[in-house]
């Protein structure tokens, strides 16, 4: 692979992942959609996946009319726990999660659950 490819390849629709924060972001968007989520695109609704800071948890805000966040926050962190994530609800906005992919969720020792949105699964993260 030459120094102008990608370290991790390519995801969906020809993203980039230079890092390993990029191929774990897309690693999430690939639990959402094997769960059978839509991504937001321009003629759809749907989820986003932010990466943000490394060591923090990724940010995935989910889109639509008239979202039901009680029911999209199960639907979501159904799919992602079973690609061995952990979520939580991101306690400033109720359409979006805060998710620790497997690799972080390991290397900090953590367990497997999926907590709901008022446990503390980041309490204590910087």
């Not at 370290?7 to 890092?19: A, M, N, V």
């Not at 490394?54 to 639509?64: K, L, R, W, Y």
């Not at 709901?116 to 980041?122: D, L």
């Amino acid at each position: 692979m030459s120094g102008d490819e990608p370290r991790f390849g390519y995801g969906r629709g020809r993203r980039p992942l230079w890092s390993e924060r990029d191929r774990d972001a897309e690693r999430v968007r690939d639990a959402l959609r094997g769960a059978g989520l839509a991504e937001f695109g321009e003629d759809q609704d749907g989820f986003v996946v932010e990466s943000g800071e490394t060591g923090q948890p990724f940010a995935v805000a989910f889109t639509g009319p008239e979202v039901d966040a009680e029911e999209e926050f199960r639907t979501y962190t159904a799919g992602l726990r079973s690609a061995g994530m952990r979520a939580e609800q991101d306690p400033d906005d109720s359409q979006a999660l805060q998710v620790l992919s497997e690799s972080e969720r390991l290397a900090d020792g953590e367990g497997d659950a999926v907590k709901g949105p008022h446990s503390p699964v980041f309490a204590g993260r910087s």
